[in-house]
Each structure stands twice: as C-alpha cells, then as structure tokens.
C-alpha cells in the first residue's frame, strides 16, 4: 500500500500545474497515507535524476535539476525586461517585506510609480501584504511562492549576498520605518532659528 501511495502523490505533484502545499496533498491522499515521509522518500528518489521534488515555503513541484539548466537553456528574444526603477524596487520588497510604497521610495528616494509595482504583480513576483496598523493603515508589499520559485529559493531567508550589500551600503542597515526623516524635528529647528532671530 505504501507503494501505491508513493506512487499516487508522485503522480499528483507531475500532475499539477502549479506548486502545491503539504496540506493540499494530505487532502487528496488516502486518510492513512504518511505523507510527510513519502515526500522525503520521493526527494531522495529523485536526487540522482535529471528532475528533483523541491519545496519553496511548504509548496512542493519538480523542477529540472539546477546542474542541467545551461543545457536546457533556449535563446529566444525577451520581450520585456524589467527597468532599474522595477529590479530596484523587487530588491527592497525582498530585503525589507512587508514594506510599504512610503518606505520604498525613502529607501530608493525617488517616487515610485504605480506601473513599476503593477509590472512587479503581473510577473507575479509580488502582492499586497497586510495593511500597517499606523496612520492611514498604508498597504504593504511581500514576494510570492512565485518569486521564490523563480529564483529557486526555499524562502527569503535563502537571499544571497544580503551582508555583503550592506556593507557595500546598497541596502540600509535599519529597518525602512526608521528611514523615514522625521520633517517635525526640521520643522522645530526652523522655528527655533527664527524665533533667536527676532529676539
């Protein structure tokens, strides 16, 4: 039976067409199938082959091993690329989720257009996050299973280089919220200034 088992959940990941989650597989698997271990039966099936089983955030799909990638590469022209404005703003999400559009353009100080995040959702790399529970509860911006899946990442944790680009001073130290110039303090000083100047 456990073969049968194995058997079915290898045909269910082939079949599908996208990633799925452990759950989704418990619920379309025999009530007494384990399948947890015979997911790590399956991965080490395929460890040696030219596809593994790979698991980006509990999302389990294969994926044409990574050492054959230069041979199953396609020249083929791209139709679109992503601007600096876009890849700098996948960056920030990626490095500092959940940020909001405020925190993303102090960080990159410029103002971001509402295309650059639209082109980031249609790619499918990003998505609203929860809204901050702060003054005009602003929306907040996460990569997706999608963004992980493309870049072959088992999580954001995987991010390569990230102390690297901070100490290279790509990326600020602090956290986006703390980034934010307090124009108060700016404000104060002003009136301060004049004030000393009257008297």
Do not use: C
Request: glycine share 6%; aromatic share 6%.
């Amino acid at each position: 039976m456990t073969t049968n088992h194995k058997n079915l959940l290898e045909a269910l990941l082939f079949a599908a067409p996208e990633p799925l989650e452990t759950q989704a597989l418990h619920d379309r698997m025999p009530a007494d199938a384990d399948v947890g271990p015979l997911l790590m039966e399956l991965q080490k099936d395929y460890e040696t082959r030219g596809i593994r089983l790979t698991r980006h955030n509990n999302m389990w799909a294969f994926r044409t091993t990574p050492e054959l990638a230069e041979d199953l590469q396609l020249d083929r022209t791209e139709l679109r690329k992503l601007s600096k404005a876009s890849l700098e703003t996948m960056a920030i999400i990626a490095y500092h989720q959940p940020v909001t559009r405020a925190e993303i353009e102090n960080i990159r100080g410029v103002a971001t257009s509402k295309g650059t995040l639209d082109v980031l959702m249609e790619a499918g790399w990003v998505k609203p996050g929860k809204r901050r529970e702060s003054v005009g509860k602003p929306l907040t911006w996460v990569t997706t299973n999608a963004f992980l899946d493309h870049f072959g990442l088992e999580s954001t944790m995987d991010l390569p280089g990230l102390d690297d680009m901070k100490a290279a001073g790509l990326l600020d130290r602090r956290p986006a919220i703390d980034t934010v110039p307090d124009l108060f303090q700016k404000d104060t000083a002003s009136t301060e200034d004049s004030e000393e100047d009257e008297a």
